[in-house]
């Protein structure tokens, strides 16, 4: 295998995101990516890192000393921790501005669509079966109204109802939005669990709403639409609403358990 050096090397030129990636790859790329001196240099080129003294020249920024503690009497990891924390708190102090300017009206936030978006906010529901497998559904509709947004998840490729026994919605944030290119389900992210449904025995447990000649409409609480195919009793759709008031709490601090 390569050496260690080496590979400390190559992962000194890989961005936040990427270092976080490659660092799930296996035990040793996690410790490798861990790496203080890589995580500092990170930091230090958008915060100003503690025990550094700064000093302005020629309209440039240079370090004048550094604490050696910074590397050497700190755990591995340290300086990782130290810069999504950082990142974490730099992008809620910018949603919270938008959310601050409230509507008369409603009495809501009136910044709540742009706040979603600096976030990087999405939802996406996670179907488990009996067999303890989850089936992870990300791609949405969303519609976004005066108080409230509706979310729309559509597939030909649902897993079988009859196997399936619960339903959780979550909030998604990608953990750097900043640097999180495309929003990647791949890259890392944290979720928040909003509700659980339980879907065992769905047509007899729940609220038939009506039909048409093709689907019949299910309802769930909290706000939560099933539509069943009426030929096959398998899911076309699922749709919720979520209100505006505390979405972004519920969407964003959620169980620290999932």
Request: hydrophobic share 40%; charged share 20%; glycine share 6%.
């Amino acid at each position: 295998s390569m050496p260690s050096e080496m590979l400390l090397k190559i992962f000194s030129y890989l961005d936040a995101v990427s270092l976080l990636c490659v660092g799930c790859v296996n035990k040793h790329f996690y410790h490798l990516a861990n790496d203080n001196g890589i995580w500092l240099k990170i930091y230090s080129s958008c915060f100003r890192p503690k025990g550094t003294i700064w000093k302005m020249k020629s309209e440039q920024t240079e370090t004048v000393s550094l604490d050696c503690a910074a590397l050497y009497d700190r755990k591995p990891g340290y300086w990782k921790k130290e810069y999504i924390f950082k990142q974490i708190a730099a992008v809620k102090t910018r949603v919270m501005r938008l959310v601050k300017p409230v509507d008369l009206y409603t009495g809501l936030p009136c910044k709540n669509k742009e706040a979603m978006k600096v976030s990087g906010l999405s939802w996406i529901i996670v179907l488990k079966d009996k067999n303890g497998k989850e089936h992870v559904m990300e791609k949405a509709n969303l519609s976004f109204k005066d108080t409230s947004v509706t979310i729309l998840w559509y597939s030909t490729n649902w897993p079988c109802l009859d196997i399936l026994t619960t339903l959780k919605l979550f909030g998604v944030v990608p953990l750097l939005p900043d640097q999180s290119r495309d929003l990647s389900k791949n890259g890392p992210r944290r979720r928040s669990l909003i509700a659980e449904y339980h879907l065992a025995n769905l047509t007899e447990s729940s609220v038939a709403l009506g039909a048409d000649k093709l689907v019949q409409l299910f309802s769930l609480n909290p706000g939560l639409l099933v539509g069943l195919w009426k030929e096959k009793n398998e899911i076309a759709f699922i749709m919720v609403s979520l209100h505006y008031h505390q979405l972004l709490e519920r969407s964003t601090l959620g169980s620290s358990a999932v």
